[in-house]
């Protein structure tokens, strides 16, 4: 397949996800130039989050160990809080302040552009590097992932946007590592059916709680009527 194509289906699933959190965005949508922000800040979060890899590598950081407890530490807290904190960190600093975050929903939409920049930035590499069949299992398994990680992220930022005194961000952004670390972890061994069926799993307890978090927050909404 040629190069631009195999670049059009690493965009397409990142693409397809931020036009659907926008339709979600029901009450009050943000400009688009805003949310092109938000998705450029993703990409960007790609440099320190592999700065900050190298680093946990040099403390030890192994995920794809033998022994089970490293590599599901390193997953956890080598890949998953790295990630997600780096991700997370760009929309709390460039966003989240600004008078346009002005609904509780508003967390979860830049939150989820922010980690479609991310993967996609990142599935543009895995692609053209491994081929058609890595883009496709991506599709439809890791792109998603990410997103459904920002949203639990961005359910808290829009929490704490209208509650400021509510310590909500840290928990949640362990909490999110977590997801990301276990879902990882699975993929990583070799176990079979089983590899996939616990990625699948730890994927779909994401999927459950993002679908509440889009429900609860667009029940939140100060321009709801």
Same mark, same amino acid.
């Given at each position: ?61 192994? !995920? ?7 590599? *599901? &530490? ?5 890949? #998953? +809080?790295?990630?997600? /904190? ?77 509650? !400021? ?7 949640? *952004? &362990? ?5 990301? #670390? +276990?879902?990882?972890? /699975? ?39």
């Amino acid at each position: 397949m040629p190069n631009l194509e195999l670049i059009a289906l690493a965009i397409a699933p990142g693409l397809a996800i931020g036009i659907y959190i926008f339709w979600k965005d029901k009450w009050e949508k943000e400009p688009l130039q805003w949310l092109l922000f938000a998705f450029l800040l993703g990409a960007l979060s790609v440099i320190p989050t592999v700065i900050l890899s190298v680093l946990a590598q040099l403390l030890g950081s192994e !995920p794809q160990s033998e022994q089970i407890w490293i590599s *599901l &530490l390193s997953c956890i807290f080598g890949i #998953g +809080l790295i990630e997600e /904190f780096c991700k997370f960190i760009f929309v709390r600093w460039f966003i989240y302040p600004k008078k346009i975050f002005n609904e509780p929903f508003d967390g979860i939409t830049y939150c989820v552009m922010s980690a479609m920049g991310f993967a996609t930035l990142e599935n543009i590499m895995y692609v053209t590097e491994h081929g058609v069949a890595i883009g496709i299992m991506r599709a439809f398994l890791s792109v998603p992932a990410h997103a459904t990680w920002g949203i639990l992220l961005g359910f808290a930022l829009g929490i704490k946007k209208m509650n !400021p005194e509510l310590p909500v961000l840290i928990p949640t *952004l &362990l909490f999110a590592a977590i997801l990301h #670390g +276990l879902f990882d972890f /699975f993929l990583f061994q070799s176990w079979g059916i089983l590899t996939l069926l616990g990625a699948i799993a730890t994927f779909a307890i994401s999927v459950f709680l993002s679908k509440k978090a889009i429900r609860l927050h667009q029940g939140d909404s100060p321009f709801k009527n």
